[in-house]
């Protein structure tokens, strides 16, 4: 985890994350919030600039857990339970699911997102992977029977995948 990481967006404002762990698969945001400074002190600019900034870092392709100054000072344990939740969905849970990758995961995860079938771009762009490995992750997605792949107008090349509902098991 990269504590205080930064992340400047189009209008080059610059935001502070107070904690990052940036895998290639994985791109999670831990912010410890205040009452005082994230909600008491707060107008209705410095709430939009608040809600802009979440959104932008979602944009972003990372994932935002928030937990209160307040839980992380008192009663540790839930926040450690909740950060376990959350990390749980980036490791392997049993043998049998020993097959499936994490980047496996996260292509299924993509596909849910989008809502339509994937395109190699897709996982190329979202997983910052080159086309030949995207292309070889989601031709392996399929052996696993878990995409189908989908020919385009000359049916001779696979250009999209389909999840299939089995894939949704493994999230």
């Not at 990052?20 to 791109?27: F, M, N």
Request: aromatic share 10%; net charge positive; proline share 4%.
């Amino acid at each position: 985890m990269h504590p205080e990481y930064e992340v400047t967006d189009w209008r080059g404002l610059t935001y502070f994350c107070d904690f990052a762990w940036i895998t290639p698969y994985v791109k999670l945001i831990v912010e410890i919030k205040g009452f005082g400074p994230h909600v008491q002190d707060m107008d209705r600019r410095k709430f939009c600039r608040e809600l802009n900034r979440e959104t932008f870092l979602t944009a972003m392709g990372f994932q935002v857990i928030s937990f209160a100054y307040d839980d992380v000072a008192q009663r540790p344990e839930l926040c450690i339970t909740l950060m376990r939740m959350v990390l749980a969905r980036y490791t392997n849970h049993s043998e049998a699911d020993a097959k499936i990758t994490v980047a496996d995961r996260e292509i299924i995860r993509l596909a849910c997102t989008l809502s339509r079938p994937i395109r190699p771009i897709d996982v190329s762009s979202h997983l910052g992977l080159d086309h030949r490995t995207a292309v070889k992750a989601l031709g392996s997605l399929c052996d696993k029977h878990l995409f189908e792949g989908v020919t385009g107008t000359g049916g001779k090349r696979i250009t999209r995948y389909v999840l299939k509902s089995s894939a949704i098991n493994y999230l």
